[in-house]
């Protein structure tokens, strides 16, 4: 199983950027999506989610308006759409799997990837 994050980068405020994650390994169709970030000091806190079909997505209110997931269940991926950055947007950001197999909760995670909002 692997979720691998990328688009992290150096942005400046006001500006956009666009997460992707790829999946492999487990049927990626069948698992809800999220993103979590984790700033310095700071406890990961979730901000966004979309169901296996994509239509009902959820988001943290830090971020509503300004960031959307998607996802492409053809290409296993996930995306966050992150635009209007502001400085507290700066942090790790990972990429989660999560679905019920019966009473089990199965859960991955990706490596993360580095977002920095700084002029």
């Known amino acids: 199983v692997q979720l691998v994050e990328s688009g992290g980068g150096l942005v400046q405020p006001g500006g956009s950027l666009r997460l992707s994650c790829a999946a492999s390994?487990?049927?990626?169709?069948?698992?809800?999506m999220r993103w979590y970030r984790q700033a310095p000091g700071k406890e990961r806190e979730l901000v966004a989610y979309?169901?296996?079909?994509?239509?009902?997505?959820n988001y943290a209110d830090s971020v509503k308006g300004r960031f959307t997931i998607s996802r492409d269940n053809a290409k296993n991926t996930v995306y966050l759409q992150m635009n209007s950055l502001k400085p507290e947007d700066t942090a790790v950001y990972y990429c989660?799997?999560?679905?019920?197999?019966?009473?089990?909760?199965?859960?991955?995670w990706g490596q993360g990837t580095q977002v920095t909002v700084s002029s």
């Open positions: 989660n799997a999560g679905a019920y197999s019966g009473t089990r909760y199965n859960t991955f």
């Open positions: 390994g487990f049927t990626f169709s069948s698992y809800g």
């Open positions: 979309i169901s296996i079909t994509g239509g009902t997505t």
